[in-house]
C-alpha cells in the first residue's frame, strides 16, 4: 500500500514521498511523540518531576519513621502516665461527739446535721457549734479532732488506682482549732502526700500529732510529734516536735518557736499610754471619791494600782483573750505580784477586797461563765476571813503560778483576764501577766 502525504518526512524516509511505506509512517509517528519518564506521574504536581517525586518519598518515609518512635515511645509512657495518675476518691466519716455538727456537701448548699456517724466525701465542709466537737476519720487511718466553732473542708481525699501506697489528703482550715493525727503509711517506700491549709501558709506534715490553731490575727502549726514543713509567701520553716511554727498576714514566717506560747497580748506592760498599757484596760468602780489610778513606774515598767479613800473601791486593769482552751494540754497563769500597803485587813468581810487579785472568767462546756480569783494579802490584823488568797510577809516581788485546766468545772474557753486592786486604802504592783498554754 503506497500512503501519499504532505508532512515532513520521517527519519529514514526516502525523498520521495510517493514512495513512503508503512514502516516509514510508524517511525514519524514514534519519533513525534515525547519520551517515557518511568518515576513522573504527570498527574500530580508533588511528582511533576524526579526531584518533587523524590523530596515526597522521604517525607513519606520520615513521618512514617516518626509515628512509629512515637508508638515505641509514646504507648510506654501513656500506660506509665495512666498508672501514676489514675485516682479513685476514698470516703471518711465523721461522727459528733458532743454537740452540733454540720456538713455542707461538696461546699455548696445548705448546711445539715450530720448523723451519727456520716460519710465525708472530698469537697465536703465540716463545722462545728459553739460548744460541739466531731472525730474525723480519713481512708488512710489519719485522723482529725475538730474543737468548737471550727471550719474545716476536705480538700483531697484520694489514693492511685494502681498504686495503693501512692495517696494524697488534703485539708483547709478556715477558721479554729483542731488536733490532726497523720497515720502512717503502709510501708517505708510510699508515697503520702498529707497537707493543712491555712490562710496565707501550706503546712506539709509527716508521720505524727499536729495541732493547728487559725485566729484571726495569726495561724499556729505545732507538732506534738512529727515534722511540720511550712510554705508562706516564698519561705519555708520547719517545726520539728515541741515546736510551733506561726503563719501572720503581711508579716515574715517564723518557725521552730516553743510550743508554749503566751495567750496575753502585751504581757509585761509595753508601751503605755497615760499610764495604761497598751492591749490593756483600765476601769476604777469606787463608791466614793477619791477614786484609784494606774501609774507605770518607768524604772521597771511595773504598774502600780492605788488608792488612799473609804467605802469599797476598785481599781482594775483587764484584757480580753477570747481563747478556746479545748487543744491545749497545759494553761497556766503567771504573775509578777507585789503588795506594798492595804488599810482592809485579810480580804475584808467578805474576803473578797485584797490589794491586789488575779480574776480569770471563764467558760465550761456547758457554756456556763465562771469567775476564778486569787488574791494577796500583807496583813490580817483583824482577823478577817480569807479564801483563795496567799499571805505574804514582804513587800518583794512575788511569782505566782497557777494550772487553769485543774480548776472544776474546767476552763473550754477564757473569756477574759484581770488584774484587780480593792479595799479602802491600798498600794500594790504588778509587772507580768502570762496565760502559757502549750
Known sequence: MVVTTSGPSAPGATDDPGTETDGDVAARILASRPAYAPFVQTFSPFTGTEARATRLAWRVIVAATSILVALLVGIPATYVWYVGWAIEVREGSVRSIDGVVFLQRQGVGDWIM???RDTIEEGDVVRTALN????????????????????VTVLRSQVSRF??????????????????GVAAPTDEEANAFVQARVPGGQVHLSEGSYSIDVAKEASHVTTRRGIATVHAGGH???????????????????GGLPSRRDLIANPVFANAVENVPADWEFLDISERDP?????????????????KGTGHGETILS???????????????????????????????????YPI???????????SVHAWTHGFYL??????????????????????????????PRPWRIIRVEVIASGWDYASSVKSVHLWAE
Open 114 to 116: 450530720a448523723d451519727a
Open 132 to 151: 460541739a466537737r466531731a472525730f474525723v476519720q480519713f481512708f488512710d487511718g489519719s485522723t482529725a479532732l475538730v474543737y468548737p466553732n471550727t471550719t
Open 163 to 180: 498504686r495503693p501506697d501512692k495517696y494524697t489528703l488534703i485539708l483547709i482550715v478556715h477558721e479554729g482549732r483542731m488536733r490532726f
Open 236 to 254: 519555708v520553716v520547719t517545726a520539728l516536735t515541741g515546736q510551733r511554727a506561726k503563719v501572720e498576714a503581711d508579716r515574715p514566717l517564723i
Open 291 to 307: 477614786g484609784g489610778k494606774s501609774t507605770v513606774d518607768p524604772s521597771d515598767g511595773s504598774v502600780m494600782l492605788s488608792r
Open 319 to 353: 484584757q480580753v483573750v477570747d481563747v478556746d482552751l479545748w487543744d491545749f494540754e497545759r494553761v497556766n497563769l503567771e504573775a509578777g505580784v507585789r503588795v506594798l500597803s492595804h488599810s482592809l485587813s485579810g480580804g475584808g468581810w467578805q474576803g473578797s477586797e
Open 357 to 367: 487579785m488575779l480574776r480569770v472568767t471563764f467558760r465550761d462546756i456547758t457554756g
Open 379 to 408: 496583813q490580817n490584823d483583824d482577823g478577817f476571813p480569807v479564801k483563795d488568797a496567799t499571805y505574804v510577809t514582804t513587800t518583794e516581788w512575788q511569782r505566782f503560778d497557777a494550772s487553769l485546766l485543774s480548776l472544776v
